[in-house]
Every structure is written in C-alpha cells, then in structure tokens.
C-alpha cells in the first residue's frame, strides 16, 4: 500500500506565499473518481488491481460504447483566483503500440466549474494540449492550467480514446495536484485537502511547501 506521508518544509520565497502538492495512487478511499462525462462505463472503472505503477493499485478507465470524448474527473481544485496555476501530473498506461495511430489512448485535461458543483462546465482551462498516452508501458503526463478571470475551480480529467474491446480500456496512476496558497484540493477518493488545521500552521508560516501523500 502506498503511504500517508504528510511534510512541512520552509521554502525562501520573496512573495511570501506557498503551493502544496498532493498525492493520489488509487490505494485508499471507497470510490475512485469524482465524476464522469460521456460514456465511460461506470460499472467496470474503478479501482483495479490487474496494472499498477506503483502499489497495488490504480485507476481502470473503460469506454462502452463508444462515443465522442469520454472523461473522468480525477480532482478538483476549488477557491482558486485569476492568475492561480494549476498543475496536474500522472502516469497513464496503455496496450497501444503507438497513439498517433491507434487506440485506446488517454491524457489529462482540465477544464472550469462552479465551485459548487463539479458537473457544471464553465469552458476549458487546458493550456498548452499534452500528446496522448500510446506505449505499452507508462507513460508520465502533466498539465498545468492558469486561471483566467471569473473563474472559481478547475476539474482535472482523464481523457480516454478508443477502438472496440479490448482497445478501450487505459489505466491511471500516481496522480499529484499542484495548487496555490487558498485552495483547496478534492482527490478522487473524495477526500479534500489540506485540512483546516493544515491550513492553519501554513498560514501561520507563511512561507511553507506542504506535500501529502495518499
């Protein structure tokens, strides 16, 4: 199993201000996503203990039937403020030999919500397009978004693109979310950080680096 490694350390910063990372590998918590969009098969994603990058677990993403763009929210940043960055990276696998010409194929996103609502959709916040996930071994994705004017969170997704079974199916590992100082960060699993008491010794602080992992 993957550990819960939580750590605060001083970093020298002129602004004075702090980002935190969190980590998520699929080894804990009863769900497995946020969200769906699509036709993602909700009965066969999830949890899965057949592919894992590290532990032994990760997330199954499976596409029936097939249909335009399919995705799972994997995390979800709110309290965010224009010019906040947002950076998500991963490690997605797929049996494509290469994604330039065949499937299944994945990569992550993002795009706006509400802060009350993860399903609302409020125009996407991708910036630049990362390439697709296309070897038979794993494959390292990040995307980073700012956030433009108005805007009040960012959903992190897992695009999936595919062919018949059993070219639809990808599999998703060792997720990190990387946001700014206020924000606050939804794993899949469903579990939001940092916790206020987190919140409250970085705040007292002021310059500080938070790293969690689960």
């Avoid at 702090?18 to 769906?36: C, K, R």
């Avoid at 224009?82 to 299944?104: F, L, R």
């Avoid at 700014?180 to 939001?192: D, H, K, W």
């Amino acid at each position: 199993m993957k550990k819960f490694l939580a750590a605060l350390c001083a970093a020298i910063m002129v602004t004075g201000s702090f980002a935190y990372t969190v980590d998520y590998g699929w080894e804990t918590g009863s769900q497995a996503y946020l969200g769906t969009y699509g036709s993602i098969d909700t009965v066969n994603t999830g949890f899965n203990t057949d592919v894992a990058r590290t532990g032994t677990q990760s997330l199954k993403i499976v596409e029936d039937p097939l249909s335009s763009t399919p995705q799972v929210y994997v995390g979800w940043v709110t309290g965010v403020s224009e010019g906040d960055v947002i950076t998500a990276t991963g490690w997605m696998y797929s049996t494509s030999a290469d994604a330039a010409v065949s499937n299944p194929r994945g990569r992550l996103w993002c795009h706006y919500s509400t802060a009350a609502d993860i399903t609302t959709y409020e125009g996407s916040g991708t910036n630049p397009n990362n390439d697709y996930a296309g070897t038979v071994d794993w494959m390292q994705f990040t995307q980073s978004t700012t956030v433009a004017t108005g805007k009040e969170a960012v959903v992190i997704e897992a695009r999936i693109y595919s062919d018949p079974a059993p070219g639809n199916v990808i599999y998703l590992d060792d997720l990190q979310i990387t946001a700014p100082e206020g924000a606050l960060v939804t794993l899949a699993n469903g579990t939001t950080v940092p916790e206020p008491a987190t919140m409250a010794v970085m705040a007292l602080g002021g310059i500080f680096a938070f790293r969690k992992r689960r």
